[in-house]
């Protein structure tokens, strides 16, 4: 649905890597990230923010639901910090070959 409903450009690029819904169904917290990383999390997640009316009544409609949980966007820092370790790894991994 992001890729193919929504035209806003600021979601280019952005996956959903993690959705939680509370046990009333009042709140689905959304954790996205995105291929650039964290430099642009602001800007996603006001474009997420902005869509999130249209996202959720369109999500309304395809789930049977009596009671659509309102949508919360946040930023998940996690494949960020993976490629991070991964990078850290890698050079341990030189380092030792060198040796």
Do not use: C
Request: net charge negative; hydrophobic share 40%; charged share 35%.
């Amino acid at each position: 649905m992001l890729i193919r409903e929504i035209s806003d450009p600021r979601l280019n690029q952005v996956y959903v890597t993690d959705v939680r819904v509370d046990r009333e169904l009042a709140f689905a917290n959304i954790y996205v990230s995105a291929v650039e990383g964290a430099e642009r999390s602001e800007e996603i997640l006001a474009g997420l923010e902005s869509a999130s009316g249209f996202i959720r009544r369109t999500l309304a409609g395809r789930v049977d639901l009596r009671v659509f949980p309102r949508l919360r966007f946040h930023w998940d820092p996690t494949p960020e910090n993976a490629d991070h370790i991964e990078k850290l790894l890698a050079s341990i991994r030189d380092e030792e070959q060198k040796k």
